[in-house]
T-cell receptor, first 112, second 116 residues
Framework: GQQVMQIPQYQHVQEGEDFTTYCNSS?????IQWYKQRPGGHPVFLIQLVKSGEVKKQKRLTFQFGEAKKNSSLHITATQTTDVGTYFCAGPASFGNEKLTFGTGTRLTIIP | DAGVIQSPRHEVTEMGQEVTLRCKPI?????LFWYRQTMMRGLELLIY????????DSGMPEDRFSAKMPNASFSTLKIQPSEPRDSAVYFC??????????????FGSGTQLSVL
């Protein structure tokens, strides 16, 4: 079945440093979504990418969808303590499928 | 809107007991999903419904798990009998489809289940 892997699994950064997490799917995706889960919380939707090579920005967050639509990345510039949490990518199990397969997640901790 | 509402927030039970988790999706949403989250297996989709009809239950671990959605505003996930390995956080999520495209998931706060 479809597998969605993320690296790294954990990332500890000094406040103010940049952070990047990478997402790789075993299958081509029609779209990819990103979610953030704060410690003890629930996943919260951040963004959806649909087009090959698409890049979207949300303030300090930059999301990219690969040309082959099998990988994606999330980059945070100048991390802040509010960025702490686990970041998940998620993609449909197959084209037109409503099932979302979540990636393994990258847990970000910030050293003040 | 209050968002997706799950109850209880925490459940502690003994092995062999029946456990029922409840979910109220966001009004107007036509999809409902049950996920389970553990450290070892991450976020796993158990089952999902479209317009109250179960579409895919291939993620349900075994016959001890069952889910129902009697109407558009309520769903239950039942475990009978419960086992220690069922201990996890169970999330309910809902979404709506617009022009055939499914939109983002809205998650509830989850139920932390501990089976002793």
């Amino acid at each position: 079945g479809q597998q969605v892997m993320q690296i790294p699994q954990y990332q500890h950064v000094q406040e103010g440093e940049d952070f990047t997490t990478y997402c790789n799917s075993s299958t081509t995706l029609s779209n990819i979504q990103w979610y953030k889960q704060r410690p003890g919380g629930h996943p919260v939707f951040l963004i959806q990418l649909v087009k090959s090579g698409e890049v979207k920005k949300q303030k300090r967050l930059t999301f990219q969808f690969g040309e082959a639509k099998k990988n994606s990345s999330l980059h945070i510039t100048a991390t802040q303590t509010t960025d702490v949490g686990t970041y998940f990518c998620a993609g449909p199990a197959s084209f037109g499928n409503e099932k979302l397969t979540f990636g393994t997640g990258t847990r970000l901790t910030i050293i003040p | 809107d209050a968002g997706v509402i799950q109850s209880p927030r925490h459940e502690v039970t003994e092995m062999g007991q029946e456990v029922t988790l409840r979910c109220k999706p966001i009004s107007g949403h036509d999809y409902l999903f049950w996920y389970r989250q553990t450290m070892m297996r991450g976020l796993e989709l158990l089952i999902y419904f479209n317009n109250n009809v179960p579409i895919d239950d291939s993620g349900m671990p075994e016959d001890r798990f069952s889910a129902k959605m009697p109407n558009a505003s309520f769903s239950t996930l039942k475990i009978q009998p419960s086992e220690p390995r069922d201990s996890a956080v169970y999330f309910c999520a809902s979404s709506f489809s617009y022009r055939g495209n499914k939109e983002k998931l809205f998650f509830g706060s989850g139920t932390q289940l501990s089976v002793l």
